[in-house]
C-alpha cells in the first residue's frame, strides 16, 4: 500500500512513497538516521495503544520508552468505557486475568455507610464493571502487545529534544540509549504520549498549571488492608475528609493501593517521615483507618505535586499529543488511564488520515481536540466541586429524577464523549446543582472561596518525576532564553 512499510521486507528499511502526495517528504535518510512513518514517544497506555492501532493500518510504527517494563505507575483504577476499547485491542482476557473485578465506586456516608455507584446502572452500559490493574503489569503487557503487532517498541531511550522545520513540522528527533548512545530519527508524524513528562509541552512551553484546581498527593501500596465484604469486595473507595480525598483500590495478591489527593496548603505541612504523615492523614478518618489495622506497607511512600495542568494546544503541523502528554486533571474518577486510552484512539485515526490524505490533517486533528476538551469538561466540572458542601450532599442523598444519578454514574464510568443521552442529562444536574447551591447559600459560599484560595497554592514536591517539580519551578521564573527556545520550537 503506498506509503507504507512494504510487507515483504522483514526490516522495513524498504519503503514506497506516497503516490498522492510529494509534500512534507523528508529527505533520504543516513544510514545511521531511523526514519518510521510515525514515532511514538512514551510507552504507556497512551503511547502501546495509538502505537499497536497505526501499525495494525499498516504503518512502520516506533515506540520509545524511556524505563524499562515492568516500572511502577499509580492510575490503577480503569473505568468501564475502557474496555470496549482494550476489546478491540485484542487484551481484554489478559486484563481480566491480572485484573481485580471492579464493580463500581463507593463513596462513605459516615463512619460506618456507603453510598454505592454500581456501573450496571449507567444509561446504556457496554460493560457493568471495570478492572484495578497493578500498572507496572498492564503497562507492560499493552507495550508486548505492540511489538506483537509489528511495532518498533524499544526500551531505555530517552528523548531530549526534537527539532522543527521552517514550516513548523518534526524534522528530527533526537534521543539517547542507557549508553549515552545518540540516536536520530525522521519520522513522518511524531506523537507526544509522554505523561506528565510532557516532552512537547515543556519543550514548546505549552503547559500550564491549571488555575481552576490544584491539588498534591501522598500515596503507598499495603498489604493486610480489609476489603468490601461480597460483591463490594473490588470496589474502589473514595473517602472524603477535611483537606481533600482518599482513595482504596483493591488490587490482586492482597494489595491495596492507599493514597491522599489533599490541598496543597495542607500538604505543604509536612514535615520529616512522610510514611508518618500519609498514616497520619488516613487516621484522620475513622472508617479508613479501621480498614488499616492490620496493613503492612509493601512499596515506598511517594509524593507528587501540581496534578493538574493542561497545554494550550494539543496539535501542530505533523504532530499530535495524547493523554497526559497534553492534560491531566485531578484522579478523584479514575478517568487517567481512559482519557489517555481514549485519545490514542482518536489520534490513530487522526494519523492514520493526515498520513493518507495531508490536506485533511488540520480538520482531523481540530475534530479530535474539540472532542476531547469537551469530555474533559465534563470531568473537570465534577472534579473541582467535589470536595464542597453541595456536591457532597447530592453525592449522599442521590435522586434519579429523570435519570440524571444514571448520568452521573455513566460520567464515573467514562461515558462523557459521545452519548447524548447522557450529556443533556448532566447539563441538567449542574441545574441541580445550582439550585441546592442557593438553598446551601452560606456553607456553598465557603465552598468556592477554599477552593478558589487552593488554585492559588503552589506545591512542587515530586519522588515520582523530578521533571514535574522542575516545571513548577519554572513557572515562576522569567523567560530570559526565548533565544535559544527559537532553535527547537516550530515557526509560527
Known amino acids: 500500500m503506498a506509503g507504507m512499510t512494504d510487507p515483504a521486507s522483514a526490516d522495513g528499511a524498504h519503503r514506497v512513497a506516497p503516490a498522492h502526495s510529494t509534500t512534507h517528504q523528508q529527505p533520504p535518510p543516513s544510514p545511521d538516521i531511523a526514519q518510521p512513518d510515525v514515532l511514538v514517544v512514551g510507552g504507556g497506555p497512551g503511547g502501546s495503544t495509538i502505537a499497536t492501532l497505526l501499525a495494525r493500518k499498516g504503518w512502520q510504527v516506533t515506540l520509545l520508552e524511556k524505563a524499562r517494563h515492568p516500572r511502577f505507575h499509580i492510575g490503577e483504577s480503569l473505568l468501564p468505557m475502557n474496555l470496549p476499547i482494550l476489546q478491540r485491542l485484542g487484551v481484554l482476557d489478559q486484563v481480566r486475568a491480572i485484573g481485580t473485578f471492579k464493580p463500581g465506586a463507593e463513596f462513605p456516608v459516615d463512619d460506618d455507610n456507603y453510598n454505592t455507584f454500581q456501573f450496571n446502572r449507567a444509561l446504556g452500559a457496554q460493560f457493568g464493571h471495570a478492572y484495578q490493574v497493578k500498572r507496572e503489569q498492564f503497562d507492560r503487557m499493552l507495550f508486548g502487545h505492540a511489538r506483537d503487532n509489528g511495532v518498533d517498541a524499544r526500551e531505555q531511550v530517552t528523548v531530549d529534544r526534537v527539532e522543527f522545520d521552517a514550516d513548523g513540522r518534526p524534522s528530527q528527533v533526537l534521543a539517547r540509549d542507557t549508553d549515552g548512545a545518540v540516536l536520530q530519527f525522521q519520522p513522518r508524524y511524531l506523537v507526544d504520549a509522554t505523561g506528565r513528562d510532557a516532552l512537547l509541552g515543556r519543550q514548546l512551553k505549552l503547559k500550564h498549571k491549571n488555575p481552576e484546581h490544584q491539588s498534591a498527593a501522598i500515596f503507598s501500596h499495603f498489604t493486610g488492608v480489609q476489603r468490601r465484604d461480597g460483591d463490594d469486595a473490588g470496589n474502589i473507595t473514595v473517602q472524603r475528609f477535611d483537606h481533600g480525598w482518599m482513595w482504596l483500590i483493591p488490587l490482586q495478591d492482597d494489595v491495596m493501593s492507599v493514597g491522599a489527593v489533599c490541598f496543597p496548603e495542607y500538604l505543604k505541612q509536612r514535615r520529616g517521615d512522610t510514611e508518618a504523615f500519609l498514616l497520619q492523614s488516613l487516621r484522620s478518618e475513622p472508617s479508613v483507618w479501621r480498614r488499616m489495622t492490620h496493613a503492612q506497607r ?195
Request: proline share 5%; aromatic share 10%; charged share 25%.
Open 298 to 492: 509493601v512499596a515506598p511512600v511517594h509524593v507528587t505535586g501540581n496534578y493538574s495542568y493542561t497545554c494550550e494546544r494539543m496539535h501542530g503541523p505533523g504532530w499530535l499529543m495524547v493523554g497526559d502528554a497534553f492534560a491531566f486533571l485531578d484522579p478523584v474518577f479514575s478517568s487517567g488511564v481512559y482519557l489517555a486510552m481514549d485519545s490514542a484512539e482518536q489520534g490513530a485515526a487522526v494519523v492514520d488520515g493526515a498520513l493518507r490524505e495531508p490536506a485533511r490533517e488540520t480538520q482531523l486533528q481540530q475534530a479530535m481536540a474539540r472532542r476531547h476538551r469537551r469530555g474533559m469538561k465534563h470531568f473537570s466540572w465534577f472534579i473541582y466541586r467535589f470536595n464542597t458542601p453541595v456536591m457532597q450532599q447530592l453525592f449522599n442523598s442521590p435522586r434519579n429524577l429523570w435519570k440524571v444519578e444514571q448520568a452521573v454514574i455513566s460520567m464515573l464510568a467514562g461515558d462523557v464523549f459521545d452519548n447524548r443521552e447522557v450529556l443533556r442529562r448532566l447539563r441538567l444536574f449542574r441545574l441541580i446543582y445550582a439550585l441546592t447551591a442557593l438553598r446551601m447559600a452560606p456553607a456553598a459560599l465557603r465552598g468556592w472561596l477554599h477552593r478558589r484560595r487552593q488554585a492559588k497554592v503552589r506545591f512542587s514536591d515530586e519522588t515520582l518525576q523530578p521533571g514535574a517539580q522542575a516545571d513548577a519551578r519554572m513557572d515562576a521564573r522569567p523567560d530570559t532564553d526565548a533565544d535559544a527556545r527559537a532553535q527547537t520550537e516550530p515557526a509560527s
